[in-house]
């Protein structure tokens, strides 16, 4: 569920490959996933605007890259490895 930003806007492409990395990359170094949420509305409406936060001690390299790769605008994520 919480890889489905591209294909809730446009069809899938390379750069749907890069935001499933940046939600995975978090998940194995957070312990959880960026959009956590009671229900699914709210993940949804988390993931539609970006509404994420790292916990305490998430390693700045891997941040820096979750950042980039977990933004709305495909030219900008293709960018970001």
Known sequence: M???FDE???TASYSSDFWALGCILFQMLAGRPPFQAR???LMFQKII???YEFP???PPEAKDLVEKLLV????LRSKAV
């Open 56 to 58: 305490l001690g998430f």
């Open 39 to 41: 229900t699914e509305y």
């Open 72 to 75: 709305r605008l495909l030219t």
């Open 2 to 4: 919480l890889l489905l």
């Open 49 to 51: 605007n970006l509404e």
């Open 8 to 10: 809730l806007t446009s």
